[in-house]
């Protein structure tokens, strides 16, 4: 089973904005128009078994509705993460919420919402979403729509680790887009999962291959970010590494099982 644990889809009629405002900022294309329909339907070209999807609120309204209708697409296939703002004054009111309507975790994006990853702020929301049972995928690295600083570090990841003890803690794009050599000695063989996605056109084969087997194959989990990049050519991509065989199904699909239950 191959299980894509870093998607992106937008509410039909905000797809379209959203996904132009995007592509224009990063410089780069879209692979499917941004719905939800787009994506099950790319997930499916591209042998996708299930998906994770995982939306942002870049400000503390959109978050209920943001969840509503991530409740109303989740299936056996689609699984939603919920949304949560640092800056809502019932963040934890939201987040236990969240866990009673069945959510598996929530995504944070410390560029888009407006907080450093290891601020003294963060680290009793950590703590909450730790104790309820909610795993944490954090953007980690540059984001190539946004402009300086960048508010994810691996440096930061660690003492995020460090302070948390216990926290499923995922972080996106190998530990850090474009921040891979401090990712490597700062983050590696520490307790987190680590994702695969909007990394291997800078990494290659032989950085990837090299950082699994650092981390443990174990500890990783296949992302595409679409519809950034091509699930399944970053299947292929993953299926030619130099990695044991059941290293590359562990990634590709069971490691992403066992932490979803």
């Not at 004054?89 to 939201?94: E, L, N």
């Not at 290659?204 to 992302?223: C, N, P, Q, S, Y």
């Not at 091509?230 to 030619?240: F, S, T």
Request: with cysteine; net charge negative; glycine share 8%.
């Amino acid at each position: 089973m191959v299980i894509d644990f870093h998607t992106h889809c937008f509410v039909d009629s905000l797809a379209p904005a959203a996904v132009g405002k995007l592509e224009k900022n990063a410089h780069i294309h879209a692979l499917h128009d941004g719905t939800f329909g787009g994506l099950k339907a790319f997930m499916d070209s591209c042998g996708v078994d299930r998906f994770v999807v995982q939306p942002v609120a870049t400000k503390p309204s959109q978050a209920p509705v943001i969840n509503e209708w991530a409740k109303s697409l989740t299936s056996e296939q689609a699984v939603f993460f919920g949304s949560l703002h640092p800056d809502d004054p019932r963040f934890i009111d939201a987040a236990r919420q969240l866990k009673k309507d069945g959510f598996k975790g929530v995504k944070l994006h410390p560029d888009y919402q407006g907080f450093y990853a290891d601020e003294k702020r963060m680290m009793p929301l950590y703590e909450v979403l730790r104790d309820i049972g909610l795993i944490v995928l954090l953007h980690a690295g540059w984001d190539i729509g946004m402009p300086a600083p960048i508010r994810c570090t691996p440096l930061m990841l660690k003492r995020v680790v460090q302070n948390v003890p216990g926290l499923k803690l995922v972080a996106a794009h190998m530990g850090g887009h474009a921040l891979w050599r401090d990712a490597e000695e700062l983050l590696l063989g520490l307790p987190l999962y680590i994702d695969t996605s909007y990394s291997h056109y800078a990494l290659r084969d032989a950085g990837m291959a090299r950082m699994i087997k650092k981390h443990g194959a174990e500890k990783v989990l296949f992302g595409s970010d679409s519809p950034w990049t091509h699930a399944g050519k970053e299947i292929d991509m993953i299926e030619r590494l130099d990695l044991p065989f059941e290293d590359k199904q562990a990634i590709l699909g069971q490691n992403a099982s066992e932490l979803l239950k």
